[in-house]
């Protein structure tokens, strides 16, 4: 492709709203184009790199025997009414009428609409298992779309449904979706983790996400270095530590700390390390008054309150909740001498001459001592996220923490809609079951921005070669005062071209300097420069993306070279 007859539109500086490095890199680049809030246009360059994601997943996906299909993006209410969603899905989907005054929603996920295929389509054992998938639009209406396509509104997503007659199967297709995922994202060229999640709105038994690590990224990862643990921290387990207290070491005191009401700063006040605090949370369910105990330096897990049965429904207690049970203001409560259920962390159990709130406006309780100035909690669960150096659950090493980027996401959903929508097949003896039901989901669109978010540098993308829009850039010097230099790169180019390797001819009127900038800044990960000096000793230069110099190359060598460095052979 000659840039003259490609369309690349680059821009020196981001624009203010872009916030992530992929973000702004990808509209510096001109790859994709703002049309409204979280709604973007793919230009041909975005658009390219959005095209070998698809690939790769479309060949990966028909690998495993998946079957595509395209169903409509839009869909009719009836079926979101049949499982309860219609209203549980809330604002995120968008609702419309037709002319009729029908209701209508844009496809936000696909599940009741493939449930009712099924339904009408399979009837019997024999046509089970069947796994059916599609990339396709997807819109939700994120109440504050940012970060460019990583959290848009409208996206490009492969989602997959499987159907089958038992859980044995169902577990079966699970791992080889499992598998598929993972060869998906190791040929993209991506560094990533799966690791096992809660499964949300969408249900299910079991789930596990796929992300793509990057310092930039919204969730944060368990995993262990020495196993294969991994878990979104949401749903990582904290393990009990052996229960060992120190044995009280001075008088409870009250003491003033005036203005002081986190753990962090408690803890500087009073000159003590932050896990020697006891943070206090009030919480409401079931028109109950909760205090819940973390140590200072935790945080709290909702995820795993919300598991505990009758905490399912909680919420945060109000100013005004907490002044009329505990007499005083958040940030000064605490658990001696106060009236109402309270749970405990675990860790909270080996804590000995702690500090914690006293209840009174204004002031703290120093060296608090279970058994002997309270009680110890009658309600002991894991509520909190895992730390660093905490012990993997899986007994075989300790635990680091990570971030990363979702973009997949697998679901064993088992009869949750099959029951819903009565989806059903007969066996052998035709006697009716339930269809066993899995879902697996890759945000295409998130990929191309979370990639970027992982291989990035000053001077702009460093695309892996599997997704980069071209795999070579050649950049002449002198183009139109040499007639050399032309010949030359218009020969190269054809050669190039015919080899089928995807080059990308700069044969723009500009300096250097901008055809270099602009290369490096849409990250294609070669590139050869070809100038009148050294042509004259047969040699070009060439230089990775990543490279720090550039290094001649015989130009009879040259093709030979290429493709050593694209692993052609």
Wanted: glycine letters at 8%.
């Amino acid at each position: 492709m000659r840039v003259s007859q490609f369309f690349i539109s680059t821009l020196k500086e981001a624009p203010t709203e872009a916030e992530l490095p992929s973000h702004k890199l990808m509209l510096r680049a001109g790859l994709i184009k703002r049309l409204g809030s979280g709604l973007y246009t793919w230009m041909p360059l975005g658009l390219r790199i959005l095209r070998k994601v698809e690939n790769i997943v479309r060949e990966e996906m028909n690998a495993s025997n998946a079957i595509e299909v395209l169903m409509p993006a839009v869909q009719p209410s009836e079926l979101w009414q049949e499982t309860g969603r219609w209203d549980v899905f809330g604002p995120q989907m968008l609702k419309i009428k037709d002319r009729h005054e029908h209701d209508f929603c844009f496809g936000p996920t696909h599940e009741e609409i493939i449930t009712d295929i099924v339904r009408k389509e399979i009837k019997s054992y024999r046509q089970l298992p069947v796994n059916f998938y599609q990339i396709q639009t997807k819109f939700r209406d994120e109440i504050r779309p940012r970060f460019g396509v990583m959290r848009a509104r409208e996206f490009i997503m492969k989602d997959g449904y499987s159907f089958h007659v038992d859980e044995s199967s169902l577990l079966k297709t699970y791992r080889l979706m499992h598998e598929t995922y993972s060869r998906i994202f190791t040929r993209l060229g991506l560094k990533f983790r799966a690791v096992a999640a809660d499964t949300g709105a969408i249900g299910g038994s079991h789930s596990h996400e796929f992300h793509v690590l990057a310092d930039s990224g919204e969730d944060a990862i368990a995993f262990c270095p020495t196993s294969d643990y991994a878990a979104n921290i949401e749903l990582a387990t904290a393990l009990p530590a052996p229960n060992i207290r120190a044995a009280p070491q001075g008088e409870m005191q009250k003491i003033p700390t005036p203005n002081k009401k986190t753990c962090a700063e408690v803890a500087s006040f009073l000159g003590i390390p932050l896990e020697k605090t006891l943070k206090t949370l009030a919480i409401k369910a079931n028109d109950q008054f909760f205090l819940l105990l973390l140590r200072g330096d935790h945080q709290l897990n909702e995820l795993k309150v919300k598991k505990i049965p009758f905490l399912s429904e909680f919420e945060m207690a109000s100013e005004q909740d907490i002044l009329q049970q505990t007499g005083t203001v958040p940030g000064y409560i605490g658990p001696v001498g106060i009236d109402c259920s309270i749970i405990a962390d675990q860790a909270v159990i080996n804590m000995s001459n702690f500090a914690c709130g006293a209840n009174v406006e204004g002031f703290h309780l120093t060296e608090v001592n279970f058994d002997r100035d309270l009680k110890i909690p009658e309600h002991i669960f894991d509520i909190r996220n895992v730390v660093n150096g905490d012990t993997s659950p899986d007994g075989k090493g300790q635990l680091e923490i990570c971030r990363g980027i979702e973009v997949g996401h697998i679901f064993q959903l088992r009869t949750k809609y099959s029951q819903l929508m009565k989806a059903s097949f007969l066996d052998e003896s035709g006697q009716s079951h339930w269809m066993e039901m899995g879902c697996y989901g890759i945000g295409i669109s998130r990929i191309v921005a979370a990639a970027i978010e992982q291989n990035h540098d000053d001077h702009g993308i460093i695309f892996p070669i599997a997704m980069a829009p071209f795999q070579l850039a050649i950049v002449p010097i002198g183009l139109e005062k040499s007639e050399l230099v032309k010949q030359t790169a218009e020969k190269l180019y054809r050669v190039f071209m015919n080899e089928g390797i995807e080059v990308l001819l700069d044969d723009r009127n500009e300096r250097p300097g901008v055809m270099f900038a602009d290369m490096e800044l849409i990250g294609i990960p070669h590139r050869i420069v070809i100038g009148e000096r050294g042509l004259k000793q047969s040699i070009i230069e060439y230089q990775g993306r990543t490279d720090q110099t550039a290094q001649s190359i015989a130009i009879d060598d040259i093709l030979f070279f290429i493709k050593q460095k694209l692993c052609i052979y």
